[in-house]
């Protein structure tokens, strides 16, 4: 279709072409014919001139004398036409250039005839007309006319010929194009026609796409929910299990403790009573590995129960009911600053809440956790070397707020802004307390609630955390609750 589209455009730049070829050899036609009736017009000019002079010297009639002063008046005129006309014929030039002298002598010579004759010396003039050999000029000047015209009549035949030609190639540009035309129009009939064909068959998947994808929405849903729900179990039963022996690890612990104070105690009595039977391998492990190895023992259980705390956490999470209502983001903002104020305090930072601020329908309880969480994290991993500067803001965009906490601390390394999401998965220098669960709960509160949660930091120039919610929370029902048939 492209190449008949651009055949169809050739074939109309060459009828262009053709026409206008066409219109040059018309006006070329036209020319020539306006050349001949200016030849044909002069040598009637001449011959009227010499009627009327003759009629003049024959019968003193004025009338004679008014035909030729008007004859002789137009005819140097017309001759300055037919060179005008012609100046671009080097022939024509050349018979006009012998034709004025001749035309001048002519009228010089008749011009005396009237004058004698209109003083009464008729009979000098017409001795002057037989002597001046009239005949022989007015041949001449016949001649001259009639070569210039038969020169006009060889050009007419030439330029008709070629007009003749133009108005062929014009038809065969016109029969080239129609042919053009019918093959594009083919083309293009069998292109949509095809088209149409796959539209159709695209349409038809399509809906029966659209007919079975609410099917697969809905099983996918209730799938990811039962999965959910199974790791939400699958979480409290795990944690709960590990709790029972981490208990009495720990009861254990405290006994061995106890057991410890004794041990020490007796080596103690025996050194005093009878430092013989007491070794240096005994008096180190009762003052020293025994105690050390309980502490690691009690520290590595009060690490794994805050980490089952934390993930009872989280399947709590899962399991509670979002309760939506509108909420004052700026009131709610001032609110965690206010909470949050000792630490802002301690740390020497200011946190700062821009107004006004886009408010939204959602979880309270979850929203409030997600900005304290963010703002919290802010504070704990301020850079020491500058004044601490916390900004909590939100805005618009479309249909969904987004809230941004944004600080000046320490920054996060590009390798590390995925993975600080992950659960017990923590980024930098691990100078600060905590398990590495608060961004995982974070994340999972925003997902919660139909939201997004992102990063863009720089080490060294701080983070700025993106919290991307619905202005309007809208809980994610199943088919059966939407379409009760």
């Known amino acids: 279709m492209a190449v008949g589209f651009i055949a169809l455009l050739a074939a109309g730049l060459a009828a262009v072409w053709a026409t206008s070829r066409n219109q040059a050899h018309t006006d070329a036609v036209n020319h020539t014919y306006t050349v ?5 017009q002069t040598r009637t000019l001449v011959e009227q001139g010499e009627t009327a002079r003759r009629g003049y010297l024959l019968t003193g009639d004025a009338d004679y004398r008014q035909n030729y002063i008007l004859a002789a008046a137009q005819t140097s005129p017309e001759i300055d036409r037919i060179a005008a006309l012609t100046s671009d014929n080097p022939v024509q030039r050349a018979n006009v250039a012998a034709l004025r002298p ?5 009228v010089t010579q008749r011009d005396l005839s009237i004058a004698l004759t209109a003083t009464g010396r008729t009979s000098e003039a017409v001795q002057r007309f037989i002597a001046e050999r009239v ?8 001649t001259l006319l009639m070569r210039m015209a038969d020169e006009e009549s060889r050009l007419l035949a030439i330029r008709d010929a070629e007009q003749r030609a133009a108005v062929r190639a014009f038809y065969g540009v016109l029969g080239v194009a129609a042919v053009l035309l019918l093959v594009v129009a083919l083309l293009s009939i069998a292109t949509v026609l095809r088209y149409t064909r796959d539209l159709a068959s695209s349409r038809d998947q399509l809906r029966a796409f659209a007919e079975s994808l609410e099917e697969q929405v809905v099983e996918r849903t209730t799938d990811l929910t039962r999965a959910n729900e199974e790791v939400q179990r699958f979480a409290y039963i795990v944690s709960h299990d590990l709790r029972s022996p981490l208990v009495n690890v720990m009861g254990f612990t405290a006994e061995l403790e106890a057991a410890t104070a004794t041990i020490s105690g007796l080596i103690d009595r025996a050194e005093a009573e009878a430092p013989g039977i007491v070794t240096e391998d005994m008096r180190l492990a009762a003052r020293e590995d025994l105690p050390e190895a309980i502490g690691f023992i009690r520290t590595s259980t009060q690490k794994m129960d805050r980490l089952i705390n934390a993930i009872l956490k989280l399947s709590r999470q899962g399991r509670r009911v979002i309760s939506p209502e509108p909420l004052d983001m700026a009131a709610l903002a001032v609110s ?8 802002l305090d301690d740390r020497g930072a200011e946190m700062i809440v821009k107004e006004p601020m886009v408010g939204i329908v959602s979880d309270r309880l979850a929203v409030e956790q997600i900005l304290s969480n963010l703002v919290e994290n802010a504070v704990k991993y301020l850079d020491p070397k500058r004044p601490g500067r916390i900004v909590l803001r939100g805005a618009r965009e479309g249909m969904r707020a987004v809230f941004e906490v944004e600080d000046n601390g320490r920054g996060i390394a590009a390798s590390d802004h995925s993975r600080i999401f992950d659960l017990f998965r923590r980024s930098g220098t691990q100078d600060q307390p905590g398990e590495g669960i608060g961004l995982a709960h974070v994340r999972a509160l925003a997902y919660r609630l139909g939201g997004t ?33």
Do not use: C, W
């Open 102 to 106: 001749l035309v001048r002598n002519l």
């Open 135 to 142: 005949a022989r000029r007015m041949y001449q000047i016949r």
């Open 36 to 40: 001949k009736l200016a030849i044909a």
């Open 453 to 485: 949660i992102d990063v863009a930091s720089e080490l060294g120039r701080g983070s700025t955390f993106r919290v991307n919610l619905p202005l309007i929370y809208a809980e994610t029902k199943n088919r059966s609750e939407r379409d009760p048939a």
């Open 336 to 343: 965690i600053r206010g909470s949050l104020q000792h630490l």
